[in-house]
């Protein structure tokens, strides 16, 4: 097992990168404790991949150093790493039986068959494979190839590190909470460090204690699940966790305060001296309707069972809140109150840092 340590990582796919396009993966400077559950979370291209391989070792970066606790294993293969690593979709032996397979990282190191027996029927039962260990894998469907490849990676006791890239991309939904849970339970149990790719915010968040966010090769925050919902210092972290994410309103900025329309927004941060125009960020779980505040019309309502989704206008912007069940909707006249202690102004899309002084 190893702490992991990124130093100043960059990559380039292309020759010659000049330009700060020219990177799939911007700068990414940081350590990774040994034993933790993470998640890398953000968009289809935004370099989760890229960075997922760089420190599996199947990349060597364009730039910087990946560190193994003190030793720098840059240019080591993933084998010389000692990580086992599942991808997206199934990489298995078709000609194999279904034991054969899960046996093999075992017996490559030389295992004994005792261990290797005890091993295998321990990670057969947690990927559900017990009844076809004898089966061929060229037999199974695709999710059944899929657990073969989960089981592959997580076989071994011995790695530093195990890294999973969308690994249930093809299995069913149902069958997709059941592996997450046990892969949750598996991680708890031996405490390895797990490293887990996804641009889905509901295993992101599930399944680690830290999340890596990421946008177009950048990271952009790294929080527990908790700290990007309660504090996202980004408004793209805002948005992309949270269903609905989080309302982004621009505003006019005076003296560091936030104003809509002329009227007053009490925020918990104020913006830096100079700025003229920000934006607001508040969740819609931290918007109600009130008696008094700042003037809006019901656009649209969408039932979500337990709650309404309700999306306003407001100061020219939408704006949604949650309103929950038997939670009253004015026809006209609304009036929307921002909780403040949750409610912060942003420049540029960065969480402005000034505590507020009122
Ligand atoms: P993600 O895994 O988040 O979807 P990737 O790491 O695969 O993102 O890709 C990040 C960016 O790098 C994308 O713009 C992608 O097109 C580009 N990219 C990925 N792999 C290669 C490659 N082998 N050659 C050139 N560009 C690539
Ligand atoms: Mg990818």
């Not at 404790?33 to 420190?55: E, H, R, V």
């Not at 046996?103 to 005890?118: H, Q, S």
């Not at 592996?179 to 509901?202: C, G, N, P």
């Amino acid at each position: 097992m190893a702490r992991i340590e990124l130093k100043h990582i960059r990559h380039a796919y292309g020759a010659k990168p000049s330009r700060e396009e020219d990177y799939a993966l911007k700068e990414v400077h940081h350590i990774w404790p040994d034993g933790g559950a993470y998640a890398l979370l953000g968009p289809s291209g935004c370099g989760k991949t890229t960075l997922l391989n760089i420190i599996s070792g199947l990349l060597t970066p364009s730039e910087g150093q990946v560190m193994f606790e003190e030793i720098d294993v840059t240019s080591l293969s993933p084998e010389r790493r000692n990580i086992a690593q599942v991808f997206q979709f199934p990489v298995i032996y078709d000609t194999m039986t279904v034991y054969d397979n899960l046996a093999f990282p075992l017996r490559n190191r030389g295992a004994g068959e005792n261990i290797v027996k005890e091993r295998v029927m321990e990670i057969a039962d947690l990927t559900d494979l017990t009844e076809m260990l004898s089966r061929r894998a060229s037999g199974l469907t695709a999710d059944g190839k899929q657990k073969i490849s989960l089981g592959r990676g997580l076989v071994r006791t011995d790695v530093n590190a195990i890294l999973f890239d969308e690994p249930l991309t093809v299995i069913d939904p149902h069958l997709k909470f059941q592996l997450r849970s046990k892969l949750k339970e598996l991680h708890q149990r031996v405490s390895r460090t797990m490293i887990y790719v996804t641009h889905d915010q509901t295993e992101a968040l599930t399944f680690a204690d830290k999340v890596v966010v990421m946008n177009v090769g950048e990271v952009v925050q790294i929080g527990t699940p908790e700290e990007l919902f309660e504090k996202p210092e980004h408004t793209f972290v805002g948005h992309f966790i949270g269903s609905p994410g989080m309302n982004v309103i621009p505003c006019d900025i005076d003296n560091g305060k936030a104003f809509l329309d002329g009227d007053a927004v009490r925020t918990t941060n104020r913006a830096p001296s100079g700025v003229s125009r920000a934006e607001i960020g508040v969740r819609p779980e931290y918007v109600s309707f009130a008696d008094k505040g700042l003037d809006a019309q019901v656009v649209k309502v969408l039932d979500a069972g337990r709650f309404r989704i309700v999306e306003t206008r407001c100061a020219g912007h939408p704006v949604k809140l949650l309103v929950p069940e038997g939670g009253e909707i004015p026809a006209d006249g609304a009036k929307l109150e921002l909780r403040h202690d949750r409610t912060r102004i942003y420049c540029n899309g960065r969480l402005a840092t000034e505590e507020a002084t009122q």
